[in-house]
């Protein structure tokens, strides 16, 4: 059976917006874990402060503090990712929306050729041919 034009755009259509649903739930996914990365980052940047009256020497001292600084660099690269993250979901679906958009004029041009071919067919119905007598 020979696909029209418009249904094959339509097919394509939902494919591509399919494919972005699958993107954008990856990114969700992603996101989610980041977070949770997040979380667990400041409870441990929390539990790695310095307490008041605690005695320590240069090398607890420096240790601690390469530690703290070590984890307050990945939760700011895990923010900045959450960001980029947040940005580029805003993107797919700003793509979805506009494949809604476009799936909607298809089945609109779809609906109208469907009307122009069924209003075709009545005229030809309608129309009474004439056969010519041939001596």
Known sequence: MKKKKYQLLNLLKKIKKNKLSLNLNTLSLEKKKLERISEDLKEMLKKSSFN??????????????????????????????????????NDYLGEINKIKKQKEKIDKKIKEEAQMIEKIKDLRKDQNFKTKVMI
């Open 52 to 89: 008041e009256g605690e005695i320590l020497n240069s090398s607890q001292l420096r240790q601690t503090s390469s530690f703290r600084e070590n984890l307050q660099e990945k939760l700011e690269i895990s923010t900045n990712r959450e960001i980029h993250l947040e940005k580029e979901m």
